[in-house]
């Protein structure tokens, strides 16, 4: 095993790597360093011929709680920006990958969390695994590339209510509208997760890098709309009352502004 403390932890089994998000005391919070090294780490695997399939999961009991609030330091369009670069750059680095991706969730697989769970291929969850996107409570818009992925799994209408509503999902739920694939005993989402990726493993690479690749089409542009609405945002009076409140643990005050 090899890894990059308190961030990302990585292992093998055969021809499978698996990364660990690896900050449980913060739910594996999705801070800027976590995706650097999430970057880094799809970037190495992806020139390894002897990785032919990865599996995604959390450390603790969560897969993530999402972005790091205490971490969205934006003060401007420019630091936003930046700032959703290296966001861009995990959202291509899964959804572009040759290789494909299972996702193993327990627990809390959130905003960010969620998006990072969509990129994935496959996504196993366990019965305990709850799901929300609740970014609006926090003055932004939708993120990770969530506004791709999730209408192309569970529907327009579907993903509007999501994001619109903000209410925590089931796993039964989700594996109903269609947003999970798979749903297993508490505890063993990990073990399913490796033996589908083990099993994805054994195919033709190129035709499932190629399929995997028209999947990806349109992507580009859900990414660059993100970015640069997201980017404003972060600048506004109701982003920062979304954040105080959030950190306080109380209901928030918007204003529209």
């Given at each position: 095993?090899?890894?990059?403390?308190?961030?990302?932890?990585?292992?093998?089994?055969?021809?499978?790597?698996?990364?660990?998000?690896?900050?449980?005391?913060?739910?594996?919070?999705?801070?800027?360093?976590?995706?650097?090294?999430?970057?880094?780490?799809?970037?190495?695997?992806?020139?390894?011929?002897?990785?032919?399939?990865?599996?995604?999961?959390?450390?603790?009991?969560?897969?993530?709680?999402?972005?790091?609030?205490?971490?969205?330091?934006?003060?401007?369009?420019?630091?936003?920006?930046?700032?959703?670069?290296?966001?861009?750059?995990?959202?291509?680095?899964?959804?572009?990958?040759?290789?494909?991706?299972?996702?193993?969730?327990?627990?809390?697989?959130?905003?960010?969390?969620?998006?990072?769970?969509?990129?994935?291929?496959?996504?196993?969850?366990?019965?305990?695994?709850?799901?929300?996107?609740?970014?609006?409570?926090?003055g932004?818009?939708?993120?990770?590339?969530?506004?791709?992925?999730?209408?192309?799994?569970?529907?327009?209408?579907?993903?509007?209510?999501?994001?619109?509503?903000?209410?925590?999902?089931?796993?039964?739920?989700?594996?109903?509208i269609?947003?999970?694939?798979?749903?297993?005993?508490?505890?063993?989402?990990?073990?399913?997760?490796?033996?589908?990726?083990?099993?994805?493993?054994?195919?033709?690479?190129?035709?499932?890098a190629?399929t995997?690749?028209?999947?990806?089409?349109?992507?580009?542009?859900?990414l660059?709309?993100?970015?640069?609405?997201?980017?404003?945002?972060?600048?506004?009076?109701?982003?920062?009352?979304?954040?105080?409140?959030?950190?306080?643990?109380?209901?928030?005050?918007?204003?529209?502004?």
């Open positions: 095993m090899s890894d990059t403390p308190g961030m990302l932890s990585e292992a093998r089994d055969g021809a499978i790597a698996i990364l660990i998000l690896d900050q449980p005391a913060r739910r594996n919070a999705l801070a800027v360093a976590m995706r650097e090294a999430l970057v880094a780490a799809m970037e190495r695997i992806e020139t390894d011929p002897t990785v032919r399939a990865i599996v995604l999961t959390g450390a603790g009991d969560n897969f993530s709680a999402g972005g790091d609030i205490s971490d969205m330091h934006a003060t401007d369009v420019a630091a936003g920006r930046q700032r959703f670069r290296v966001t861009q750059r995990v959202v291509r680095s899964f959804i572009g990958s040759a290789k494909p991706v299972v996702a193993a969730v327990e627990g809390w697989c959130v905003g960010a969390g969620l998006g990072m769970a969509l990129c994935c291929d496959t996504i196993v969850a366990a019965a305990g695994a709850r799901f929300m996107a609740g970014f609006g409570k926090i932004l818009i939708p993120d990770f590339g969530l506004l791709h992925t999730l209408p192309r799994r569970v529907g327009e209408g579907r993903a509007r209510q999501i994001f619109l509503h903000a209410e925590p999902m089931d796993a039964g739920t989700a594996h109903g269609g947003l999970i694939d798979r749903v297993v005993a508490d505890g063993a989402a990990l073990a399913t997760a490796t033996a589908l990726a083990a099993s994805l493993a054994e195919t033709a690479p190129l035709p499932m190629l995997k690749s028209w999947f990806g089409q349109g992507l580009d542009d859900a660059e709309w993100e970015r640069n609405i997201q980017s404003a945002l972060f600048t506004t009076a109701d982003h920062a009352e979304g954040k105080a409140a959030f950190l306080a643990k109380r209901a928030p005050r918007f204003s529209g502004r």
